[in-house]
């Protein structure tokens, strides 16, 4: 009897471990779906200027009480293989799919199948966010709740073909064939673009080239302490076509004071050569602008306030001041963002 027992205790701790085993290889097998987003809505109200004046750059500049977007991805991630379906609504997601011509095409942010080759080389193809500057099109993934002048002059989205390689544990490459910029659903005229990213320890030299335009960028950041952080994102594009230009340089200083507040400053010079942007309305020469913008992150759950501070002081008077316009311009804003 004792035997048999003994036999027993066996069997029962064997067929538990087994199960266990084969639980946990289903779990690492089973495909999973997975819904995301976030929504954000935003007051905006400038100290000096016309109540609607705002800077030249996307997103964040309507006045008064504002809707900013609805973003909801869906994501399927398969053993090998999955897909992203990027979908956003609002007037930021309006804007951030300008490049859209159909209706049916005008909520998709992105959209893209992938396939993981092997651990270490990864194909995807279709509609992706930009690889180029520091900031992103979501709210909840910047730390300033406006965008910056290289953001906005940047191409937003590309849609084609990309592998991404990883080389070693710091390195990595990025080489993707491209519609031309925000040519979201086909190609409109047969050319193409070549995009590059390498990336090593967390720094990334990108290069966007083709049809007489050719952009290259600099992205990355440096944790200076357990509390502080200083990114970093330089950009120079230029056109063959138009001989115009732009570049820039932003630093982004951020300060972890708590577990839930977290205070940023974004400090950005932008350059624009004969009026490649269109943003200064100067046809004849040469422009720029200086913006200064403080912002405070708070966390609570799944929510983010960011009360800002921006200053914008340009060298051509751009900004609407009563009957006139004016040449810098002050404002508050502060966002709410929910991400789920």
């Not at 293989?81 to 011509?101: H, I, K, M, Q, T």
């Not at 086909?186 to 673009?193: A, E, G, R, V």
């Not at 051509?316 to 009563?322: L, P, T, Y």
Request: aromatic share 14%; glycine share 10%; hydrophobic share 35%.
């Amino acid at each position: 009897m004792k035997s048999l027992k003994i036999i027993t205790q066996v069997l029962l701790v064997s067929a538990i471990f087994s199960y266990s085993y084969a639980q946990e290889i289903e779990e690492e097998e089973t495909p999973t779906f997975s819904v995301s987003g976030s929504v954000d809505t935003y007051m905006r109200q400038n100290f000096s200027n016309n109540f609607d004046a705002s800077p030249g750059t996307s997103f964040a500049n309507l006045p008064g009480f504002s809707l900013g977007m609805a973003n909801i991805i869906l994501t399927y991630e398969g053993e090998k293989s999955g897909f992203v379906a990027d979908l956003v609504y609002g007037p930021r997601g309006a804007d951030a799919v300008f490049g859209s011509v159909g209706n049916s095409s005008s909520i998709i942010n992105q959209m893209y199948v992938y396939l993981n080759v092997n651990e270490k080389t990864t194909i995807t193809m279709g509609n992706f966010n930009t690889f180029l500057g520091y900031e992103v099109i979501s709210p909840a993934a910047n730390f300033n709740y406006s965008t910056s002048y290289m953001f906005s002059y940047g191409p937003f989205s590309h849609t084609g073909i990309k592998a991404d390689f990883t080389l070693s544990e710091n390195t990595s490459l990025m080489i993707g064939i491209l519609n031309p910029t925000d040519a979201t659903e086909s190609n409109p005229d047969d050319t193409y673009m070549l995009g590059i990213q390498f990336g090593f320890s967390g720094q990334y030299i990108n290069y966007l080239g083709g049809q007489g335009y050719s952009q290259i960028d600099y992205t990355g950041g440096f944790n200076l302490s357990e509390s502080f952080f200083l990114g970093i994102n330089a950009t120079s594009a230029s056109s063959n076509t138009s001989g115009g230009s732009f570049s820039g340089l932003a630093l982004y200083p951020q300060l972890t004071l708590s577990d839930s507040f977290s205070l940023g400053l974004r400090g950005e010079m932008f350059s624009d050569e004969k009026d490649f942007t269109g943003v200064f309305g100067n046809t004849s020469g040469d422009a720029d602008n200086t913006s200064i913008t403080l912002t405070g992150s708070y966390t609570s759950g799944n929510m983010i306030l960011k009360p800002e501070i921006r200053i914008d002081s340009a060298s051509e008077k751009i900004f609407a001041d009563g009957s006139g316009v004016s040449d810098n311009l002050a404002s508050f804003v502060i966002g709410a963002i929910y991400s789920f």
